[in-house]
């Protein structure tokens, strides 16, 4: 058996469905401990309560937050998510990310931009991007480079068909070890697949029927176990043949 | 002032070509054949007159009611039917409480039109006083969730409300045969609408230059 956890009153709700008002942390035990709380959680005095109901969860050694599943996206710094351009000004792309208000994406925000090679990007067209500045009193602000200013696999994504999920099933997609419908499809057929963490994914494959395959296996994999999901690929798989 | 705030719903270059592409190879981007139809679901109310349809993803939900007015001075002898509308923002984002727009109006017309034009209510069944009282029938269609194709889920969910709606019994009696008696539905059996036939809304899409058609 292992040893017992220090706060056994928290671990019985960590990896479990919480909900608005729950008190989860009782910190007159711990008087010289740091702990680090996340999106969702509250400090009331001698307890931390819940704010947004969702799954409690828990990174050793102390951080707690409650993870949750959403049609809309509340944006974050390092987040990277495919956006939609709506608009292009003088000095900043105008794209939609899903969330409340669009974001800005700067001109020169390329790998080796300068005022000379701005890109040209047509209304409509879908971008990889990673968000840079986010509050939620200002438009959240975008970059299609990474730290050190390479461009990484930003930038426009050609082809391909996009659809939106939600926040939930982006995040579980983008878990590692790899999520078991991504493995399994990956068994049989061959495709590129783009996952923004605002819930929109982008399929690319050589043939249509391929990618209609594979996005709506995803959409239908959200509330599936590791195991239906490999039997619901497998008998897609028999139906091809 | 330039748009800051994202609630409209946008597509992608990648989309449009994708969605052209796979129509020629008569795919369709849900797994669907052409013609096929999403699973509908109606469900109706324990009170007459009310039902839920569910066509895939989309939502609506639709009410009759109706009322004792005097009818309109061309056509003393018939009874009147109004389609509201109402689309709930939780249905859409772009959709905005409180006046109907654009769509909404356009849906609840085209609905008007099939039941109205069709004359598929009978509409001289619904006088009780020549020129002076009449049943005027109205229908509230709600919009719950927008998932595509509103106008055939809205359509058959107003049929299907009309079907269930019973209205109370009323008879001339009173002392001098005058008065008009309303009885309770404990009193007597409520009275359904004389429906002709079933006027069922179809709605296609045309691609292309108008050689592909879903």
């Known amino acids: 058996m292992n040893s017992m956890p220090s706060d056994s009153a928290s671990m019985s709700f960590v990896d479990r469905v919480v909900v608005p008002g729950d008190h989860v942390l009782d910190l007159t035990g711990m008087a010289n401990q740091t702990i680090k709380l996340g999106a969702g959680l509250r400090q009331d005095g001698d307890a931390i309560s819940v704010m947004k109901a969702g799954k409690l969860r828990i990174s050793k050694p102390n951080k707690y937050w409650v993870e949750s599943s959403h049609k809309r996206y509340v944006p974050c710094v390092e987040d990277t998510v495919l956006g939609i351009v709506v608009d292009s000004k003088f000095d900043n792309f105008l794209v939609d990310i899903k969330a409340p208000m669009l974001g800005l994406l700067p001109v020169l925000a390329f790998e080796g ?104 296996a995803i959409m239908n994999s959200e509330f599936l176990s590791a195991a239906q999901q490999k039997i619901m690929v497998e008998k897609l798989m028999k139906r091809l043949q | 002032m330039e748009q800051r705030l994202a609630n409209t719903w946008q597509m992608t270059v990648n989309e449009r070509k994708f969605i052209e592409m796979a129509l020629a190879a008569d795919l369709r981007v849900d797994d669907r054949g052409p013609f096929d139809y999403r699973p509908c679901t109606i469900t109706f109310g324990r009170v007459g007159g009310s039902s839920e349809v569910q066509l895939g ?90 998932g595509g194709n509103l106008i055939d889920a809205a359509n058959i969910a107003a049929l299907a409300s009309l079907l269930t709606f019973r209205r109370p019994e009323c008879t001339l009696g009173g002392d001098d045969n005058h008065e008009l008696i309303i009885h309770d539905i404990e009193d007597r059996e409520p009275l359904p609408l004389i429906i002709h036939h079933l006027p069922v809304a179809v709605t296609f899409a045309v691609f292309g230059e108008g050689n592909i058609m879903v």
């Open chain 1, 113 to 216: 931009g300068t005022r000379r090679n701005i890109p040209k990007f047509e209304i409509g067209t879908l971008l990889y991007v990673r968000v840079v500045k986010a509050n939620n009193t200002m438009n959240p602000e975008l970059s299609c480079m990474d730290e050190t200013g390479k461009a990484a696999e930003f930038g426009p994504l050609k082809d391909g068909y996009m659809f939106e999920t939600s926040t939930g099933l982006a995040r579980m997609l983008l878990s590692s070890p790899p999520c078991p419908i991504l493995e399994s499809l990956g068994k049989s057929l061959s495709y590129e697949i783009a996952i923004g963490l605002n819930g929109r994914v982008w399929v690319n494959a050589a043939s249509p029927s391929t990618v209609i395959l594979v996005s709506n």
């Open chain 2, 57 to 146: 993803e989309t939502r609506v939900m639709s009410y009759v009611t109706s009322q004792l007015v005097q009818p309109y001075r061309d056509r003393p002898n018939e009874g009147t039917l109004s389609i509201f509308t109402e689309f709930s923002p939780m249905a859409d984002p772009a959709f905005e409480a409180g006046r109907p727009g654009e769509f909404a109006i356009e849906l609840g017309r085209i609905v008007d039109r099939g039941l109205r034009e069709s004359g598929a209510v009978d509409m001289e069944s619904l006088c009780v006083v020549v020129g002076k009282l009449v049943w005027s029938i109205r229908v509230d269609l709600h919009i719950l969730d927008n």
